[in-house]
Protein backbone atom coordinates (compact mmCIF):
# COMPACT_ATOMS: atom_id res chain seq x y z
CA UNK A 1 0.00 0.00 0.00
CA UNK A 2 0.70 3.77 -0.89
CA UNK A 3 0.94 4.90 2.50
CA UNK A 4 2.04 8.81 0.87
CA UNK A 5 -1.19 9.13 -0.22
CA UNK A 6 -4.16 10.76 1.35
CA UNK A 7 -7.73 9.26 2.08
CA UNK A 8 -6.49 6.35 4.21
CA UNK A 9 -8.70 5.32 7.30
CA UNK A 10 -7.60 3.37 10.01
CA UNK A 11 -9.08 0.90 12.16
CA UNK A 12 -7.20 -0.90 15.21
CA UNK A 13 -7.67 -4.08 16.21
CA UNK A 14 -6.42 -6.22 19.55
CA UNK A 15 -5.33 -9.67 19.87
CA UNK A 16 -4.82 -12.06 23.13
CA UNK A 17 -1.30 -13.73 22.68
CA UNK A 18 0.08 -16.14 25.33
CA UNK A 19 2.08 -15.01 27.24
CA UNK A 20 4.53 -17.26 27.63
CA UNK A 21 4.90 -17.77 23.88
CA UNK A 22 4.72 -14.53 21.84
CA UNK A 23 3.74 -17.28 17.97
CA UNK A 24 0.55 -18.13 20.33
CA UNK A 25 -2.86 -16.17 19.60
CA UNK A 26 -5.61 -16.98 22.39
CA UNK A 27 -8.61 -14.63 20.50
CA UNK A 28 -9.36 -11.12 20.08
CA UNK A 29 -10.81 -8.48 21.97
CA UNK A 30 -14.57 -8.03 21.65
CA UNK A 31 -14.84 -5.11 23.26
CA UNK A 32 -14.69 -1.57 21.91
CA UNK A 33 -11.55 0.51 21.24
CA UNK A 34 -12.40 4.05 21.54
CA UNK A 35 -8.72 5.63 22.08
CA UNK A 36 -5.23 4.72 23.52
CA UNK A 37 -1.61 5.41 22.32
CA UNK A 38 1.83 3.98 21.89
CA UNK A 39 4.71 5.67 23.12
CA UNK A 40 8.03 4.31 21.79
CA UNK A 41 11.28 6.11 22.99
CA UNK A 42 14.89 4.86 22.11
CA UNK A 43 16.48 6.59 25.29
CA UNK A 44 13.60 5.38 27.79
CA UNK A 45 14.68 2.29 30.31
CA UNK A 46 11.52 0.14 28.77
CA UNK A 47 11.39 1.31 25.56
CA UNK A 48 7.92 1.05 24.95
CA UNK A 49 4.60 1.24 26.77
CA UNK A 50 0.97 1.63 25.56
CA UNK A 51 -2.64 2.17 26.76
CA UNK A 52 -5.88 1.53 25.42
CA UNK A 53 -8.96 3.37 26.01
CA UNK A 54 -11.68 0.00 25.87
CA UNK A 55 -15.53 0.14 26.30
CA UNK A 56 -16.90 -3.40 26.86
CA UNK A 57 -15.43 -7.06 26.17
CA UNK A 58 -12.96 -8.75 28.39
CA UNK A 59 -9.37 -8.40 28.90
CA UNK A 60 -8.35 -11.57 30.80
CA UNK A 61 -6.05 -12.40 33.47
CA UNK A 62 -2.80 -14.75 31.50
CA UNK A 63 -3.31 -12.39 28.12
CA UNK A 64 -0.18 -10.32 26.33
CA UNK A 65 -1.69 -7.87 24.27
CA UNK A 66 -0.97 -7.08 20.40
CA UNK A 67 -2.54 -4.16 19.14
CA UNK A 68 -2.91 -4.26 14.86
CA UNK A 69 -3.99 -1.28 12.64
CA UNK A 70 -5.37 -1.72 9.54
CA UNK A 71 -5.31 0.57 6.83
CA UNK A 72 -8.20 0.83 4.12
CA UNK A 73 -7.76 3.56 1.33
CA UNK A 74 -9.76 5.03 -0.76
CA UNK A 75 -9.41 1.55 -3.93
CA UNK A 76 -10.51 -0.24 -0.87
CA UNK A 77 -7.11 -1.93 -0.21
CA UNK A 78 -6.57 -3.27 3.28
CA UNK A 79 -3.10 -3.94 4.76
CA UNK A 80 -2.74 -4.82 8.45
CA UNK A 81 0.43 -3.92 10.46
CA UNK A 82 1.67 -5.09 13.51
CA UNK A 83 1.95 -2.09 15.94
CA UNK A 84 3.53 -3.84 19.27
CA UNK A 85 2.87 -6.75 21.56
CA UNK A 86 2.42 -5.95 25.34
CA UNK A 87 2.00 -6.94 29.03
CA UNK A 88 -1.68 -5.30 30.62
CA UNK A 89 -1.33 -3.94 34.40
CA UNK A 90 -4.04 -5.81 35.72
CA UNK A 91 -4.64 -3.02 38.26
CA UNK A 92 -5.65 -0.24 36.04
CA UNK A 93 -8.38 -2.47 34.96
CA UNK A 94 -12.03 -1.20 35.33
CA UNK A 95 -15.08 -3.66 35.56
CA UNK A 96 -18.44 -1.41 35.57
CA UNK A 97 -21.99 -2.90 35.54
CA UNK A 98 -20.47 -6.34 33.79
CA UNK A 99 -18.03 -4.25 31.25
CA UNK A 100 -14.49 -3.15 31.10
CA UNK A 101 -14.25 0.46 30.55
CA UNK A 102 -11.44 2.89 30.80
CA UNK A 103 -8.01 3.43 30.09
CA UNK A 104 -5.70 -0.04 30.67
CA UNK A 105 -1.67 0.31 31.38
CA UNK A 106 0.36 -1.94 28.75
CA UNK A 107 4.59 -2.45 29.21
CA UNK A 108 6.79 -3.74 27.25
CA UNK A 109 8.59 -7.27 27.49
CA UNK A 110 11.63 -5.37 28.50
CA UNK A 111 9.61 -4.50 32.04
CA UNK A 112 9.28 -8.13 32.92
CA UNK A 113 13.49 -8.15 33.64
CA UNK A 114 13.28 -4.90 35.00
CA UNK A 115 10.64 -6.00 37.88
CA UNK A 116 12.48 -9.22 38.03
CA UNK A 117 15.14 -8.39 40.91
CA UNK A 118 17.68 -11.24 42.34
CA UNK A 119 17.58 -12.67 45.51
CA UNK A 120 20.75 -12.74 47.23
CA UNK A 121 24.34 -11.92 45.73
CA UNK A 122 25.74 -13.48 42.66
CA UNK A 123 28.17 -13.56 39.54
CA UNK A 124 28.69 -14.69 35.88
CA UNK A 125 31.72 -16.46 35.65
CA UNK A 126 34.53 -15.23 33.53
CA UNK A 127 34.74 -17.10 30.40
CA UNK A 128 31.08 -17.41 29.91
CA UNK A 129 29.71 -16.92 26.84
CA UNK A 130 27.63 -13.51 26.87
CA UNK A 131 25.09 -14.22 23.99
CA UNK A 132 24.56 -17.29 26.20
CA UNK A 133 23.78 -15.48 29.45
CA UNK A 134 21.72 -13.26 27.95
CA UNK A 135 19.41 -15.10 26.23
CA UNK A 136 19.11 -17.79 29.22
CA UNK A 137 17.78 -14.79 31.66
CA UNK A 138 15.66 -13.08 29.57
CA UNK A 139 13.95 -16.87 29.29
CA UNK A 140 14.33 -17.02 33.26
CA UNK A 141 12.22 -13.77 33.76
CA UNK A 142 9.42 -15.21 31.13
CA UNK A 143 10.66 -13.29 27.69
CA UNK A 144 11.82 -14.58 24.57
CA UNK A 145 15.18 -13.26 23.31
CA UNK A 146 16.23 -11.95 19.49
CA UNK A 147 19.76 -11.90 18.97
CA UNK A 148 20.17 -9.84 15.33
CA UNK A 149 23.18 -10.30 12.91
CA UNK A 150 26.03 -8.52 13.95
CA UNK A 151 25.87 -9.44 17.46
CA UNK A 152 29.11 -11.91 18.68
CA UNK A 153 27.76 -15.55 19.26
CA UNK A 154 31.15 -16.50 20.35
CA UNK A 155 32.63 -13.76 22.41
CA UNK A 156 33.14 -14.89 26.36
CA UNK A 157 33.35 -12.18 29.34
CA UNK A 158 36.87 -11.43 29.86
CA UNK A 159 35.96 -10.96 33.90
CA UNK A 160 33.16 -12.02 35.62
CA UNK A 161 30.21 -9.75 36.33
CA UNK A 162 29.35 -9.70 40.13
CA UNK A 163 25.50 -8.54 41.12
CA UNK A 164 23.97 -7.55 44.17
CA UNK A 165 20.90 -8.62 46.45
CA UNK A 166 18.13 -6.15 45.19
CA UNK A 167 19.31 -5.96 40.85
CA UNK A 168 16.97 -6.33 38.53
CA UNK A 169 17.95 -9.13 35.55
CA UNK A 170 17.74 -6.07 33.29
CA UNK A 171 20.59 -4.30 34.98
CA UNK A 172 22.39 -7.70 34.52
CA UNK A 173 21.64 -8.06 30.92
CA UNK A 174 22.39 -4.04 30.27
CA UNK A 175 25.94 -5.28 31.33
CA UNK A 176 26.13 -7.77 29.11
CA UNK A 177 25.12 -6.34 26.35
CA UNK A 178 27.70 -3.55 27.20
CA UNK A 179 30.10 -6.05 27.02
CA UNK A 180 29.12 -6.92 23.29
CA UNK A 181 29.27 -3.05 22.08
CA UNK A 182 24.78 -3.90 21.95
CA UNK A 183 21.55 -2.64 22.60
CA UNK A 184 18.99 -4.25 23.79
CA UNK A 185 15.29 -3.45 22.37
CA UNK A 186 12.06 -4.59 22.06
CA UNK A 187 10.16 -5.26 18.42
CA UNK A 188 6.57 -5.03 17.64
CA UNK A 189 6.42 -8.97 18.35
CA UNK A 190 7.53 -8.47 21.60
CA UNK A 191 10.58 -9.95 22.19
CA UNK A 192 13.49 -8.54 23.44
CA UNK A 193 16.31 -7.51 21.02
CA UNK A 194 19.68 -7.66 21.21
CA UNK A 195 21.28 -6.01 18.04
CA UNK A 196 25.00 -3.80 17.52
CA UNK A 197 24.80 -0.26 18.99
CA UNK A 198 25.78 1.85 16.67
CA UNK A 199 25.83 6.21 17.46
CA UNK A 200 23.18 7.86 15.55
CA UNK A 201 25.74 10.00 13.94
CA UNK A 202 26.72 6.99 11.93
CA UNK A 203 23.61 5.21 10.85
CA UNK A 204 22.61 5.83 7.04
CA UNK A 205 19.43 7.43 6.15
CA UNK A 206 16.74 4.76 6.15
CA UNK A 207 13.97 7.13 4.74
CA UNK A 208 13.21 10.36 3.20
CA UNK A 209 9.80 11.38 4.12
CA UNK A 210 7.86 12.53 1.16
CA UNK A 211 6.91 15.84 0.68
CA UNK A 212 2.52 16.06 0.09
CA UNK A 213 -0.11 15.56 2.61
CA UNK A 214 1.18 12.87 4.47
CA UNK A 215 4.29 14.73 5.05
CA UNK A 216 5.22 16.94 8.13
CA UNK A 217 1.90 18.31 9.17
CA UNK A 218 3.54 20.40 11.66
CA UNK A 219 6.74 20.82 13.16
CA UNK A 220 8.07 22.52 16.32
CA UNK A 221 10.83 25.11 16.61
CA UNK A 222 14.35 23.59 17.07
CA UNK A 223 14.85 23.21 20.60
CA UNK A 224 17.80 21.93 22.59
CA UNK A 225 17.03 18.54 25.58
CA UNK A 226 19.38 17.60 28.43
CA UNK A 227 18.12 16.63 31.53
CA UNK A 228 21.24 18.54 33.36
CA UNK A 229 22.33 21.76 32.63
CA UNK A 230 26.34 21.88 33.66
CA UNK A 231 29.35 23.67 32.55
CA UNK A 232 32.31 23.30 34.21
CA UNK A 233 34.11 20.04 35.94
CA UNK A 234 36.13 20.08 38.90
CA UNK A 235 37.88 17.00 40.39
CA UNK A 236 40.85 16.64 42.66
CA UNK A 237 42.85 13.98 44.16
CA UNK A 238 44.85 13.62 47.41
CA UNK A 239 48.17 11.81 47.45
CA UNK A 240 50.62 10.22 49.68
CA UNK A 241 54.01 11.02 48.66
CA UNK A 242 57.60 10.00 50.21
CA UNK A 243 59.43 12.92 50.75
CA UNK A 244 63.34 12.87 51.50
CA UNK A 245 65.23 15.99 53.56
CA UNK A 246 69.01 16.41 54.36
CA UNK A 247 69.72 16.15 57.66
CA UNK A 248 73.20 16.37 58.15
CA UNK A 249 76.35 13.91 57.14
CA UNK A 250 77.21 10.66 58.51
CA UNK A 251 80.10 10.71 60.84
CA UNK A 252 81.54 7.21 60.94
CA UNK A 253 81.41 4.22 58.26
CA UNK A 254 77.80 2.48 58.90
CA UNK A 255 77.90 -1.32 57.25
CA UNK A 256 74.49 -3.41 56.70
CA UNK A 257 73.36 -5.11 59.59
CA UNK A 258 71.14 -8.45 60.06
CA UNK A 259 70.05 -9.49 63.50
CA UNK A 260 68.55 -13.28 63.94
CA UNK A 261 66.29 -13.69 66.89
CA UNK A 262 65.35 -16.03 69.18
CA UNK A 263 61.89 -16.39 70.20
CA UNK A 264 61.27 -13.86 73.20
CA UNK A 265 62.90 -11.54 70.45
CA UNK A 266 66.19 -11.62 72.15
CA UNK A 267 69.18 -10.99 69.19
CA UNK A 268 71.67 -14.29 69.43
CA UNK A 269 73.29 -13.49 65.78
CA UNK A 270 74.28 -9.73 64.89
CA UNK A 271 75.90 -10.13 61.26
CA UNK A 272 77.74 -7.10 59.57
CA UNK A 273 78.69 -6.85 55.98
CA UNK A 274 80.02 -4.42 53.28
CA UNK A 275 79.25 -0.57 53.95
CA UNK A 276 75.87 1.18 53.67
CA UNK A 277 76.87 4.56 53.85
CA UNK A 278 80.64 5.89 53.80
CA UNK A 279 81.62 8.56 56.68
CA UNK A 280 80.87 12.08 55.11
CA UNK A 281 77.60 10.58 53.01
CA UNK A 282 74.81 12.56 53.41
CA UNK A 283 71.52 11.63 55.58
CA UNK A 284 67.92 11.98 54.85
CA UNK A 285 65.04 11.62 56.30
CA UNK A 286 62.34 10.19 54.94
CA UNK A 287 58.64 11.24 55.54
CA UNK A 288 55.33 10.70 54.29
CA UNK A 289 53.31 14.27 53.19
CA UNK A 290 49.86 14.68 51.63
CA UNK A 291 49.81 16.32 48.00
CA UNK A 292 46.49 17.32 46.27
CA UNK A 293 45.97 17.80 42.68
CA UNK A 294 43.40 19.25 40.85
CA UNK A 295 41.64 19.13 37.45
CA UNK A 296 38.85 21.50 36.14
CA UNK A 297 37.33 21.68 32.88
CA UNK A 298 34.54 23.52 31.19
CA UNK A 299 32.64 23.41 28.17
CA UNK A 300 33.63 24.86 24.48
CA UNK A 301 31.78 28.22 23.96
CA UNK A 302 29.63 26.51 20.80
CA UNK A 303 28.11 24.46 24.11
CA UNK A 304 24.54 25.70 24.06
CA UNK A 305 25.33 26.02 27.85
CA UNK A 306 28.97 27.78 28.00
CA UNK A 307 29.60 30.71 30.48
CA UNK A 308 29.96 32.70 27.45
CA UNK A 309 26.47 32.34 26.45
CA UNK A 310 24.50 31.63 30.09
CA UNK A 311 26.98 34.21 31.76
CA UNK A 312 27.45 32.25 35.14
CA UNK A 313 29.08 28.61 36.04
CA UNK A 314 26.93 25.49 36.42
CA UNK A 315 29.60 23.25 38.36
CA UNK A 316 29.83 19.99 38.63
CA UNK A 317 32.16 17.99 41.68
CA UNK A 318 33.41 15.27 40.36
CA UNK A 319 34.61 14.29 43.03
CA UNK A 320 37.86 12.05 43.27
CA UNK A 321 38.93 9.35 40.53
CA UNK A 322 39.58 5.74 41.53
CA UNK A 323 43.27 4.86 40.66
CA UNK A 324 44.61 1.18 40.21
CA UNK A 325 47.99 0.74 41.72
CA UNK A 326 50.73 -1.71 43.66
CA UNK A 327 49.20 -1.98 47.20
CA UNK A 328 52.52 -0.80 48.15
CA UNK A 329 53.33 2.34 46.99
CA UNK A 330 51.33 5.37 46.03
CA UNK A 331 49.79 6.70 42.10
CA UNK A 332 52.71 8.43 40.72
CA UNK A 333 52.41 11.62 39.43
CA UNK A 334 51.44 10.84 36.07
CA UNK A 335 48.89 8.23 36.93
CA UNK A 336 47.29 10.91 38.92
CA UNK A 337 47.10 13.54 36.33
CA UNK A 338 46.07 11.01 33.87
CA UNK A 339 42.91 10.01 35.93
CA UNK A 340 42.05 13.49 36.47
CA UNK A 341 42.06 14.30 33.45
CA UNK A 342 39.74 11.21 32.26
CA UNK A 343 37.46 11.89 35.63
CA UNK A 344 36.33 15.22 34.17
CA UNK A 345 36.28 14.12 30.24
CA UNK A 346 33.99 11.49 31.35
CA UNK A 347 31.97 13.54 33.32
CA UNK A 348 31.48 16.17 31.04
CA UNK A 349 30.30 13.69 28.18
CA UNK A 350 27.71 12.26 30.77
CA UNK A 351 26.50 15.33 32.42
CA UNK A 352 26.68 18.20 29.62
CA UNK A 353 25.12 16.23 27.04
CA UNK A 354 22.64 17.50 25.18
CA UNK A 355 20.37 16.85 21.64
CA UNK A 356 19.05 19.35 18.95
CA UNK A 357 15.57 17.92 18.49
CA UNK A 358 12.64 18.64 16.67
CA UNK A 359 8.96 18.02 17.78
CA UNK A 360 6.56 16.73 14.74
CA UNK A 361 3.71 15.63 13.39
CA UNK A 362 2.65 13.58 11.23
CA UNK A 363 0.42 10.75 9.84
CA UNK A 364 1.41 7.57 9.80
CA UNK A 365 3.79 6.07 8.56
CA UNK A 366 5.76 2.49 8.85
CA UNK A 367 8.90 3.94 7.48
CA UNK A 368 9.13 6.57 9.99
CA UNK A 369 10.33 3.87 12.78
CA UNK A 370 12.26 4.61 16.16
CA UNK A 371 15.94 4.35 16.01
CA UNK A 372 15.80 5.02 12.36
CA UNK A 373 17.54 8.34 10.56
CA UNK A 374 15.12 9.65 8.06
CA UNK A 375 15.31 12.84 6.34
CA UNK A 376 11.96 15.16 5.83
CA UNK A 377 11.90 18.88 4.19
CA UNK A 378 11.53 21.90 6.64
CA UNK A 379 12.04 25.58 6.27
CA UNK A 380 11.90 27.66 10.07
CA UNK A 381 10.72 30.87 8.14
CA UNK A 382 7.42 29.95 6.06
CA UNK A 383 8.34 32.29 3.18
CA UNK A 384 11.73 30.41 2.68
CA UNK A 385 11.97 26.86 0.47
CA UNK A 386 11.87 23.72 2.52
CA UNK A 387 15.64 22.01 2.98
CA UNK A 388 16.24 18.43 3.96
CA UNK A 389 17.09 17.83 7.55
CA UNK A 390 18.44 14.52 8.81
CA UNK A 391 17.68 13.76 12.28
CA UNK A 392 17.41 10.36 14.15
CA UNK A 393 14.07 9.40 15.09
CA UNK A 394 14.51 8.91 19.14
CA UNK A 395 10.66 9.25 20.13
CA UNK A 396 7.32 8.59 18.67
CA UNK A 397 3.88 8.44 20.14
CA UNK A 398 0.86 6.58 17.86
CA UNK A 399 -2.30 8.10 18.24
CA UNK A 400 -4.66 4.79 18.03
CA UNK A 401 -7.47 6.11 16.08
CA UNK A 402 -8.95 6.29 12.77
CA UNK A 403 -6.22 9.37 11.81
CA UNK A 404 -3.16 7.30 13.36
CA UNK A 405 -0.93 9.99 13.63
CA UNK A 406 2.41 10.48 15.22
CA UNK A 407 4.20 13.07 17.59
CA UNK A 408 7.82 12.37 16.90
CA UNK A 409 11.26 13.70 18.69
CA UNK A 410 13.73 14.47 15.87
CA UNK A 411 17.30 14.32 17.04
CA UNK A 412 19.30 16.92 14.36
CA UNK A 413 22.71 14.81 13.19
Known sequence: MD???????????????????????????????????????????????????????EIPLGVAVRIWAVAEDGRGDTQRIELGTFWPDPASMDYDHGRYHGSVELHSAMKRLGTDLRSGDGSVAKGSVVVGKFAKYVKNSGGVPAVKSGVSKTKKLAKAHVWKHGESVLEECQRLADALGAWIGVDTHGRVTLEPYVKPKKRSVSYTVPRGVRSMVEVGTLGYESPEVYNRFIASYENSVKVQKEVGTYQQNVKYTENVYDKSGKVIIHHQGDIRHHKGDKKYKTKTVKKKYYRSLQVPNSHPWSFSKLGRWYTYDCGSPTIAHDSDSSPTEAQVKAALEKHVKDALAEHADYRRTWSATMLYDPKVQVGKVINFYYSDNPDAPAVSRKCFVSAREITLDHTMKMELTLEAI
Do not use: H
Not at 4 to 13: A, E, F, L, N, V
Not at 16 to 40: L, P, Q
Open 3 to 57: FTQSGIYWRIGVEFIDVRNVNKSKGWFSGKVVGGKITEDFNSDYRASATLEIDGG
